[in-house]
């Protein structure tokens, strides 16, 4: 996965003078030079949304500069995966894309596993195709449904979604080109965003889909778990059809052409500003979840403890393309950690 270290060299280095200060801030006067977090050891294990896989990984080297002894492993399968490990107790924290869904909190409920969950930044999902295909600049929510949703398999090319996104509200006037979608699958906490941001499982509904079927895309497409994979894909047909977290397209740059959205208020393009002001109509705030016998373990309160300063939910967010929290749920989210169980000296400046 990206990492989008652009700048990081520059940030790494302050925020280990930040981490350096901060050790030497808690010094008793004894003279002791050692190497500050030398003494802290252990392992964390991170798995989950590969969406959020940039910024635990972001933090984890940078807490690494000063923490070398603790051996931390992030990997992004997805979101539904990340959860399955963590309610199972394999993992110590999990990325999420979206909040846990009822399954998911019944089945660590089984496993006595009891957590804490902490809100980290915000995204968008950026539908996007290949700049060729020019006859697509603004897709409403119908439209999606008509390209994307449970009814739409079988259709493979543009226009032919042209009736069903009629029925359902959609503009249609598609082109007369392949059809040929990538995006995540069923593991990404991005499908299920996009799926409830969209409402498409209530369109379904409405359009006698069977309830178990509703909440789901169409069945024919390349799913893929790997945002690079889909951003690929994007380059390599001239009127493919996908959809990733934002910060992924953005470092895309010109190989991919995002597309505005109507969600009922005007076609509306995906940047940094609209993202955070909530008029651009599909964005989702973003997680982790703490496992909270894991968080009495110092390296792991420790680790948290950092990813919930100024320098990671301001600086590192940003670092990998998503767009920070505003201040007061920060303060939410900082409040949740000082309150879970086991969590020590959790009082992030």
């Known amino acids: 996965m990206r990492k989008f270290r652009k700048h990081a060299g520059l940030l790494a280095a302050t925020l280990s003078l930040t981490l350096v ?43 690494n500069e000063t923490n070398p002894n603790v051996a931390i492993s992030v990997d992004g399968p997805g ?14 924290i999990s990325d999420a894309s979206r909040q846990i869904e ?32 020019a ?14 949703g449970p009814e739409s398999t079988g259709i493979d090319t543009w226009a032919g979604a042209d009736d069903l996104a009629k029925q359902v509200g959609g503009n249609g006037g598609f082109p007369d080109a392949p059809l040929e979608i990538t995006a995540p699958g069923e593991e990404s906490g991005t499908y299920d965003s996009f799926i409830e941001i969209t409402g498409m499982e209530d ?9 178990d079927e509703a909440a789901s895309l169409r069945t024919d497409y390349q799913p893929s778990p790997n945002d690079n994979v889909i951003i690929t894909a994007m380059e390599g047909s001239p009127s493919a059809l996908g959809f ?30 609209t993202i955070a002001d909530g008029s651009y109509p599909i964005s989702r705030s973003l997680y982790i979840y703490v496992n909270n016998e894991a968080a009495a373990r110092p390296e792991v309160a420790a680790y ?15 670092e990998v393309g998503y767009i920070p929290i505003p201040a007061d749920r920060i303060e939410t989210t900082r409040s949740a950690w000082e309150s879970a169980a086991g969590a020590t000296e959790a009082s992030p400046s």
């Open 102 to 133: 009822q399954e998911e909190i019944d089945a660590c409920a089984e496993n006595g596993i009891e957590y804490t969950e902490l809100e980290i930044g915000i995204d968008g999902i950026a539908v996007m195709t290949n700049p060729e295909n």
């Open 135 to 148: 006859g697509v600049t603004c897709l409403n929510f119908g439209d999606l449904y008509a390209l994307f």
């Open 21 to 63: 200060a901060a050790a030497c801030g808690g010094d008793d006067g004894d003279g002791d030079t050692s190497e500050p977090g030398a003494d802290l050891e252990g392992s964390i294990v991170i798995s989950g949304s590969s969406t959020v896989e940039p910024v635990s990984s972001i933090v984890a080297e940078i807490f």
């Open 244 to 273: 990733v977290g934002f910060a992924f397209a953005e470092e895309a740059g010109d190989a991919i052409r995002e597309i505005e959205i109507d969600g009922g208020s005007g076609c509306v393009a995906p940047t940094t500003e």
């Open 203 to 211: 369109v379904a509904i409405e359009q006698g889909v069977p309830e």
């Open 79 to 92: 979101t539904g995966d990340g959860f399955e490990l963590f309610c199972s107790g394999e993992t110590d």
């Open 304 to 318: 948290v403890d950092f990813y919930l300063t100024d320098d990671s939910l301001n600086g590192l967010v940003s």
